[in-house]
């Protein structure tokens, strides 16, 4: 089993930045594991689908981003701590959404929601303007 436990949004103001964190646990992601698997970040605007921000690879060497983000937002990991990081600047309201890391075990970069395994429960960003 594996668990994914996103934490860091809160109420913030336009122009301002946060650091989202993504905790990964469970037998399914112990050990060398976690590093086999690619970690994207999604979210949901309010009364909108489920869309893509950022994806990194396994080593956290390759990254792509939603043009939205390009720019703005980096995506890091740890695989170590099997944690990943969304660093978000220049906030705009267009960010608010709940935000998800979700886990796929593969070695191309994919940034469809329905291809990953195991998501987190979110974390509410809210951008005030």
């Known amino acids: 089993q594996g668990q994914l436990v996103e934490s860091g949004g809160g109420l913030v103001q336009a122009g301002d930045s946060l650091r989202l964190s993504c905790a990964a646990s469970?037998?399914?992601?112990?050990?060398?594991?976690?590093?086999?698997?690619?970690v994207g970040w999604f979210r949901q605007p309010p009364g909108k689908d489920r869309e893509f921000v950022a994806v990194?690879?396994?080593?956290?060497?390759?990254?792509a981003y939603a043009d939205s983000v390009k720019g703005r937002f980096t995506i890091s990991r740890d695989n170590a701590k099997a944690m990943v990081y969304l660093q978000m600047n220049s906030l705009n309201s267009e960010d608010t959404a709940v935000y998800f890391c979700?886990?796929?075990?593969?070695?191309?970069?994919?940034?469809?929601?329905?291809?990953?395994?195991?998501w987190g429960q979110g974390t509410q960003v809210t951008v005030s303007s």
């Open positions: 990194t690879s396994w080593t956290g060497d390759s990254s």
């Open positions: 979700a886990a796929r075990a593969d070695v191309n970069l994919v940034n469809t929601p329905s291809a990953f395994n195991y």
């Open positions: 469970g037998r399914t992601f112990s050990g060398l594991a976690f590093s086999t698997y690619i």
